[in-house]
Structures are given as C-alpha cells and as structure tokens.
C-alpha cells in the first residue's frame, strides 16, 4: 500500500479519548500493509493544583503493556508492535515525569504539548489580538520540553495552528521564527526527532502538522529525524493520509524516516 512503513502516533482505550482496543489498530494496520505500528496512548502532566485526566495513570499503563504483549502474539510475523507513549507537557512535573519513565520500558516516546496552564489548547479562545501573545506562549514551552524533556519526538510541534484553524484563524510558526528556532535547534543538538501528525489533514488545518515549510526549517537546522503518525483514535484512520505526509518529507528535504525499538532510531530510505 504505502511507502511507509509504520504508523508512529496511534491511540487506543487507554487513552482517556478513544475507545478502541489495541488488537483493533493492530488488524488495521496489518490490513493496510503497515510493518509497524506504535500505540502511543497519553499520559498528560499538570501544573501544581491541577487535576489530571480521571484514572490514566500508571496502573493504565501496566494493563496497556499487557494488552500490547498480547498483540505481539497475535501479529507475530505480520506487523511489529511497538510499546509507546504521548508524554503532555512533563516540564510541568519533571520528578513524575522521571518515575514514569523509570516504571515502564517504552520503545518510542513523543512528546507534546497539549495544554498552557493547565488548560487544553482546544478549549482556550483565539481572538485575533491575542493570537500572538497565545504563540509566543505556546513555543516558550515547546522550548523548554525540547531543551530538557526525555522524549524520542515532538509531536505535532505546531498543534496551536489545528485549534486556531477550528476558530477560523490562521496560525503560522514560522511567522514566529525567532521564537520557533531555538525550539527546532534544541531537538536536533540534542538528536531528538519531528513527527508528520497526518490528523490536521483531517481537521479544519487541512495540512499536515507541520508541513512541509516548517519540516525544512527543521532540517536546515541539522535536524535528521522525522517519524510519520496518523494519531488514529479509530481503526479506519490508522495510516490516512501517509501519501501526503510522504510528500511533504521529501519536499522538506528528508530522504529517510525513524523506527524506534528500545528507544533506539533506525533508519529506512524513502523510495524517490
């Protein structure tokens, strides 16, 4: 089906925001003709005084490994299955950022930002003279997560532009350059990678999260790692949109994606 190989951003019931079981996306995945897929569930931090998402705690993590060794069983010689995790804004609490690194032996970590404090992007208003200042915020933080976060990936570095695109506003990192340098410097100096998040083409963005602009800006900066993920919370949505995303990397520059087993980067060609 797909140049392709692996889906790296999928979520499953073990996410607060999906319902699906893990051997669902792994049968999608396999169907499609995927090698690969990384099931990522969320494990979101908070500021001090802020509350966290119901019951996603450790004890979902454990039973998420469970399931995800099962699968391994099931897809044995069809479809790799990765153990991975979407890490939300753990500056926020480093000390519990550490333990959970510690309690769990992940093969792939993103990390991201979902919230400012506290709040969640989706939920704050974008009125146009705010915009900036909201920015501004935004990548402050994504440059802290990259200067000191333990994570494989950022994932969907310029989120900020799906949920101002919901408002019917336009939001541009790279109108912020000076701003969002340091952030892509930061994960290339320390060999940390991108994501190609194919869910903003599904969204009112209609574009990948980034696009390509932005994916050569990263590049021009040394960086060198660049996974693809669909962020699926359903079966039908694992791999949508990977022709695009598959576009935008060889526009941006790239000629080769990431696998991560143990947290470790291989590396496979994109086809010209």
């Given amino acids: ?64 490994q469970a399931a995800l060794a099962r699968c391994r069983e099931q897809f044995a010689g069809r479809l790799a299955v990765r153990s991975g995790i979407e890490v939300g804004q753990p500056q926020c609490d480093p000390e519990g950022a550490a333990r959970l690194m ?59 532009k799906r949920y101002a695109a919901v408002k019917g506003k336009r939001v541009d990192l790279l109108d912020y350059q000076d701003a969002l340098d340091p952030v892509l410097r930061a994960l290339a100096c320390r ?20 696009a390509a602009r932005l994916l050569r800006r990263f590049r021009e900066l040394g960086g060198e790692i660049l996974t693809i993920g669909s962020d699926a919370h359903r079966p039908e949505d694992v791999g949508a949109g990977f022709e695009t995303a598959l576009a935008e990397a060889k526009a ?9 087993a143990e947290r470790k980067p291989s590396f496979y060609r994109i086809a010209e």
Avoid at 1 to 24: G, I, K, N
Avoid at 119 to 145: C, F, Q, S, T
Avoid at 252 to 260: I, P
């Fill in 252 to 260: 941006a520059g790239f000629r080769y994606l990431a696998l991560f």
């Fill in 102 to 160: 510690e309690a769990f032996s992940f093969d792939y970590v993103i990390g991201s930002v979902h919230k400012m404090k506290g709040v969640d992007l989706g939920l704050i208003d974008y009125p146009d003279e705010k915009i900036p200042a909201l920015v501004g915020e935004n990548l402050e933080m994504l440059r802290v997560l990259a200067e000191t976060g333990d994570f494989d990936c950022m994932g969907q570095i310029d989120i900020i």
């Fill in 1 to 64: 089906m797909l140049q392709v190989r692996a889906d790296y951003h999928t979520h499953t019931r073990f996410s607060p925001d999906s319902r699906c079981e893990p051997e669902a996306l792994c049968r999608a995945a396999a169907e499609k003709g995927l090698r690969e897929i990384a099931v990522t569930d969320h494990f979101e931090f908070f500021p001090p005084g802020k509350f966290a998402d119901g019951h996603y705690g450790f004890e979902t993590f454990a039973a998420q």
């Fill in 191 to 210: 060999g940390k990678g991108l994501e190609i998040n194919t869910s903003g083409l599904r969204q009112a963005a209609r574009e990948t999260l980034p």
